[in-house]
């Protein structure tokens, strides 16, 4: 097993031991803060019970420290719709009930804003826009949907999207395939099928995931590359319609190498049909994607 692969199973084993940097999940523990008497007031104390303690899904957030968290943690709410339009975000509340600094909520909403998912005006305080101004390509709120309750549509979009970007992609790499590219996409080849033989699932996952961003990323096409990151949160989320990425078996570790194969010998068609290949979906949801055609 090459170097990269070990050093990439160590650190999966670390991350999936839910261990973390000593008090860096519980820096921020919030107790449970007194009900506000206001009328319209967001209901933060919903199903969930984890819903009012951020600290709780820090090891889910993408950024770090407190505003990573409520970021994470709000954007949630939003699009679960325990956070609806027809209240409004108090900044004052926010604060209180996570017991955080102004700083940390005001920066909190800008984040949010710049997603599409608040919008602050005068007289009007901050809202919750409507689905249709969301950023839907933005990889956090990717995620969060389909982990809510829209999350058979999101991975449903996803696996259409999907579809339409990857082949494309993988055509394009065979015209600008680089030896340090093309080493770089074997080596995650031998990473997933090692942990395929290992049973282990996240160094297969992250390893399958660097390799279909890679690919994106040297199509040699600005545009699409700027579309890797959904492709990685594509994968992060996989769960709904299932293709070939999300079957750790010889069949897909077999597909993979046959893209690495057609890219090192420059074969568009053949690399774009062997995505074609991995991205089908199982029989019995092979309605979100047509069958490849055979070339």
């Known amino acids: 097993m090459s170097t990269l692969a070990h050093t990439m199973m160590t650190a999966a084993r670390s991350a999936d031991s839910g261990l973390a940097n000593p008090g860096e999940l519980d820096r921020y523990p919030y107790a449970e803060a007194p009900a506000v008497d206001r009328v319209g007031a967001p209901a933060w104390d919903g199903g969930d019970p984890d819903l009012g303690r951020v600290g709780r899904r820090a090891a889910g957030s993408r950024g770090r420290g407190l505003h990573g968290q409520l970021v994470q943690q709000l954007g949630q709410m939003i699009v679960s719709g325990d956070l609806g339009a027809d209240r409004p975000l108090v900044p004052e509340e ?27 005006r005068p007289n009007v305080g901050t809202r919750v826009r409507p689905v249709s101004d969301w950023n839907l390509l933005d990889p956090d709120i990717i995620e969060w949907r389909a982990f809510g309750p829209q999350r058979d549509n999101q991975r449903r979009e996803l ?103 057609a890219l090192a010998t420059g074969d568009g068609v053949a690399a774009e049909t062997a995505m074609r290949q991995l991205l089908t979906v199982h029989p019995e949801v092979e309605r979100v994607v047509p069958a490849p055609r055979e070339h």
């Open 94 to 120: 926010i604060g209180q009930r996570f017991e955080v600094s102004r700083t940390v909520v005001r920066e909190s909403l800008r984040v949010l804003e710049a997603k599409g998912l608040v919008s602050a």
């Open 159 to 261: 696996s259409e999207l999907r579809w339409t970007i990857e082949p494309l992609a993988a055509r394009l790499a065979a015209g600008h395939g680089r030896e340090e590219v093309q080493q770089r996409l074997a080596d995650m080849v031998e990473i997933m099928g090692h942990a395929m033989s290992q049973g282990d699932a996240l160094t297969f996952s992250r390893a399958d995931s660097e390799f279909h961003s890679l690919l994106i990323q040297v199509a040699g096409n600005r545009m699409l590359e700027h579309l890797s990151g959904i492709v990685s949160a594509a994968l992060h989320v996989s769960g709904g319609p299932v293709t070939g990425c999300d079957r750790p078996n010889e069949t897909s570790l077999g597909q993979h190498s046959r893209i690495v194969d």
